[in-house]
Nanobody, 121 residues
């Protein structure tokens, strides 16, 4: 599988943004897609994940109230809608594939290039 994230940009605090993760070459072993983010000088951190089959989701605590992850099996695309963005949300956002329901970054593969989200105050 190959994943490509898109939809980032420069927004103002309080704005909303929807990121997309397009998957190609997906097989049954590609059980879930996770979104992660990495700010400068910080480790990559989990944001949210969703399974392709049932649409089961899980969010990081900081993302629960402000984010919605969804998927379109027909389009092989996973979306991450983020609301009430804050400057602290500034990071490169990545999507990746996993064969299990996990938040552990080490169990993910097929990382896309990432998309930059910059939130100005």
């Amino acid at each position: 599988v190959q994943l490509q994230a898109s939809g980032g940009g420069l927004v103002q605090a309080g704005d909303s943004l929807t990121l997309s993760c397009a998957a190609s070459g997906r097989t049954s072993s590609n059980y879930a897609v996770g979104w992660f983010r990495q700010a400068p000088k910080k480790e990559r951190e989990f944001v949210a994940l969703i399974t392709w089959s049932s649409g089961r989701t899980y969010y990081a605590d900081f993302a629960k109230q402000r984010s919605t992850i969804s998927r379109s099996n027909a389009r092989n695309t996973v979306y991450l809608q983020m609301n009430s963005l804050e400057p602290e949300d500034t990071a490169v956002y990545y999507c990746a594939s996993a064969s299990s329901f996990t938040t552990n970054v080490h169990f993910y593969h097929a990382w896309g290039q990432g998309t930059q989200v910059t939130v100005s105050s």
